[in-house]
């Protein structure tokens, strides 16, 4: 049976991984794979996650099963830092899942359950992992316009009147904020129109939120999806703590769906959950949840957040009073720019300077010190890629 298969494509992002590995230069970057690091380029575990992990340690007494919701108190306070003030009471359920990736597929799972006909539509450019996982659930992926990634220009007008032919029941994947790759955020009053859009169309939107407080803040990068819970009636927000908690390894998510009858989604929810991964894993999902409980912890852990997205925005501001052509990437927000470069470009880039990123030009910016703009500057310069990106 399994000489039917062909081979598929390794991950270019985990290949790139081991050509950084293996590459001798000191004075190597690396701007590829979408981590947090800090000034000395590692991706530290949080002091907050390491103070919350001693307490389990010492009082953790099993290691039973939770059931496929996951630990519930885990997804109430992170709804809480989803929602805010917004009154979500009676109108939202919720479950733990394994990383953002793993809300998704639910969603998804979810949504074509109670509607088989659903399409999925994503922006163009949008996270590659996606449209993979939209298919992988049977559904039929559309695209809206989004960004220009030649011109670093947002392309609203014509997004709005691609939504506008969307069907009513249509799932609208909406990055909450820092667009992965673009870092390119819609405006306030932007934001306003599209889900004034989707409450006029009877679309549902479908909010990835995957980095909340690493572009503006907790609660500025909350904005659409609070707004949003307070207009309409049916919504979906796949939620990560893999980035704000630094809990990559750890798979440690959420996804809240509102709509009348909670408690119908969340039986629905449950079954999803348990033909996927059966029960979510454990142990990042109960370390948030302590420092959650604790407001030293709690304290400790923003403190921590405000520290990584000042540090990513520090990078964003030097670069752009470091080059012209590059001011575009001060006014971006998140882990992400995506530069105009061609695949040829990269690999000159990465053979030439040592400086590695995504053959599509997305780069990571929390890969660079404040202190190596320059270098990546001047490679850029030196490769002739700075006049492209004028």
Known sequence: MFENLSQQPP??????????????????LDLGVGVYKDEHGNTPILRAIKA??????????????????????????????????????????????PGGTGALRAAADLARRANPAARFWVSAPTWPNHRPIFVAAGAEVMEYPYFDIASQTLLFDRMLAAL?????????????????PTGANLSRTEWDAVISL?????????????????????????????????????????????????????????????????DVIASNLALCARTTWSMPPDHGAVAVRLILESAELRKLWTDELNEMRERINAVRR????????????????GLFSNLALSPEMVLRLRTDHG???AKSGRINLAGLRVGSVGQFVDALRTAGCLKELA
């Open 11 to 28: 991950d270019g992002l985990l290949a790139l991984i081991k050509l950084f590995r293996d590459d001798p230069r000191e004075t190597k």
């Open 198 to 262: 989707c409450a006029e169309r009877g679309l549902l939107p479908l909010f990835d939120l995957a980095y909340q407080g690493l572009g503006d803040g907790l609660d500025e990068d909350a904005y659409a999806v609070r707004k949003a819970a307070g207009v309409l009636g049916e919504m979906m927000v796949a939620q990560s703590c893999d980035k704000n908690f630094a809990l990559y390894r750890e798979r440690t998510g959420s996804l809240f769906v509102l709509g009348e009858k909670p």
């Open 318 to 333: 030097r670069i752009a009073e470091t080059e012209p052509a590059l001011a575009f990437i001060g006014q971006q927000r």
């Open 52 to 97: 919350a992990e001693e307490i389990l340690l010492r009082e953790q007494k099993t290691k039973s099963y939770l059931g496929p919701e996951g630990d519930l108190r885990f997804v109430e306070l992170v709804r809480e830092i989803v929602f805010g003030e917004t009154d979500v009471t009676g109108r939202v359920c919720g479950i733990q899942t």
């Open 355 to 357: 400086v590695y990123m």
């Open 164 to 180: 506008a032919g969307a069907a009513r029941g249509d799932v609208i994947v909406l990055h909450g904020s820092c667009h992965n």
